[in-house]
Each structure stands twice: as C-alpha cells, then as structure tokens.
C-alpha cells in the first residue's frame, strides 16, 4: 500500500463520493444549523454520528430479523424508529457530555431524525 492510497481513498470519500454532494440528501439541516463554524460542525458531526450508527443498526435488523422472517414490508418503519432512537440517544448524550453544543444546535438536533441523508442512507445500503 503506498501513501498515495490513502490519500486517495480519502479525496474520494471527502469529495467524489460524499452523500451530500452526490444525492444532495441532508442539505437543509446543513444550512440551517450553519450559523456559525461551531454550529455547523457540531450538526455535521451529529449527522454523520446517526448515519453511521443508523447504517450499522439497520442492516443488522434487516439481516437478522427482517429477512429470516420475510418481514421486508416493514423495513421503512423499522429504520424510521431506529434513526429515532438513535436521534434520541444522541440528544442525551450531547446534553450531558456537551451542553454549549446542544445548546447551540437547539432544534436542529431533533431535526437530524427528519434529516433525508439519514434515511436515505439507511435505504440504499440495502438495496
């Protein structure tokens, strides 16, 4: 693996592949929150929090759940109520760890459950 693997790799994820620039999913949080740097940073990391948690939840309950009992009609409502309990989840967490960034998101942060990326990435990757 030489250096310029990474390097690579990380313009493609950053730039070429990027879900936002791509689909354009997930854009009016973005603008919403961006008020400032700080804020703007604090919903694209909670964002991209919940869309990891969310892509890694998801596919497990489709595989070990939706799928071994033919339940595939209820995948929507199934990752809707998963990215609301990790929204949730992450709206705890920030208000005890965080609180001047939780404070500064304000409603924005319940908006990450709404949030289109958030569901769309949780649709496509079982596709």
């Not at 030489?2 to 879900?19: D, G, Q």
């Not at 949080?29 to 890694?56: D, E, P």
Request: proline share 3%.
């Amino acid at each position: 693996m030489s250096l310029s693997e990474p390097f690579a790799l990380a313009v493609s994820a950053i730039l070429v592949e990027n879900f936002v620039f791509v689909r354009f999913l997930g854009v009016c949080s973005f603008l919403g929150a961006s008020q400032t740097t700080k804020t703007a940073a604090g919903m694209g990391i909670t964002v991209a929090f919940v869309m990891g948690l969310a892509s890694m939840a998801t596919s497990l309950v489709t595989v070990f759940l939706l799928l071994p009992f033919q339940l595939q009609y209820l995948e929507t409502l199934t990752y809707i109520l998963i990215i609301a309990a990790l929204v949730h989840l992450t709206d705890r967490i920030l208000r005890k760890m965080v609180p001047s960034l939780y404070a500064a998101l304000g409603i924005y942060l319940p908006l990450a459950a709404a949030n289109c990326a958030v569901l769309g990435v949780a649709v496509l990757n079982m596709k």
